[in-house]
């Protein structure tokens, strides 16, 4: 069983930051793959960005070049760093992990972007 916790959502004007934070009840170099997934008002959820322990991240297209999946080995944590949000950007973001292939979701943080 793993534990997520997510933080840092909130409201953030277009063209602002957010930086989220998943910290994790495993150390986080021994989990298969963490990520975040988001959820917008009647869609469906879909995948952000991900970072496998072996391999390279993966984001969408809709936020290469404005989001920055990272380790936070102190915090023991992933972070979503998100720059010139927009307001289609407007979601629940929601963190997970796979592990020995289980997948573990945190309860959601929620992102709105607006004026």
């Known amino acids: 069983q793993v534990h997520l916790v997510e933080s840092g959502g909130g409201l953030v004007q277009p063209g602002g930051s957010l930086r989220l934070s998943c910290a994790a009840s495993?150390?986080?170099?021994?989990?298969?793959?963490m990520g975040w997934y988001r959820q917008a008002p009647g869609e469906q959820r879909e995948l952000v960005a991900t970072?496998?322990?072996?391999?390279?991240?993966v984001y969408a297209d809709s936020v290469k070049g404005r989001f920055t999946i990272s380790r936070d080995s102190a915090k023991n944590a992933v972070d979503l760093q998100m720059n010139s949000l927009k307001p289609e950007d407007t979601a629940v973001y929601y963190c997970?992990?796979?592990?020995?292939?289980?997948?573990?979701w945190g309860e959601g943080t929620l992102v709105t972007v607006s004026s």
């Open positions: 495993k150390n986080i170099f021994e989990l298969a793959a």
């Open positions: 970072l496998p322990r072996l391999r390279n991240s």
């Open positions: 997970y992990c796979r592990n020995y292939g289980k997948e573990y």
